[in-house]
């Protein structure tokens, strides 16, 4: 019986469990939820909701509780290079909470409640990939 309260107690927790994924750029990663179907690629256009604070949690920026996703071209200059790199091989459905340090989110201006220097964290959530004829 301990034997069968152990293999279940594994088996919720490995659902849990949530691999830290870092890029040659220095991008990190979880996947909190997988996708469905085609791999967002460059060139791409992605329908897209986002939250994006920094490390304490202090929200900066949200779509999330909105109807109205974000279109975003994947490789056309159209989000940090954070947020760009984060979206190619995400699937619809995909969530990914992303560590964005400083040089990857930087920007030509920035808002007043985001500092140039900071790590934000992004969860972003891919809500559909464009086909061609819906462009």
Known sequence: MRFLYFVLLISVLG?????LITTKSGLQYLILKKGKGKIARAGDEIL???TT????????????NSKNPVKV???ANQ????VDEALRGMKTGEIRKIIAPSYLV????YPPNISP???L???????????????
């Open 117 to 119: 220097d900071s790590t």
């Open 48 to 50: 897209l909701f986002e």
């Open 15 to 19: 659902n849990y469990y949530q691999e």
């Open 79 to 82: 989000a940090t290079d954070a």
């Open 106 to 109: 930087k920007r030509k201006s």
């Open 53 to 64: 604070s920094y490390r304490d949690g202090t929200v900066l920026y949200t779509n999330e």
């Open 121 to 135: 964290v992004i969860r972003l959530h891919v809500h559909k990939i464009l086909k061609p004829k819906e462009k």
């Open 73 to 75: 071209k994947i490789g």
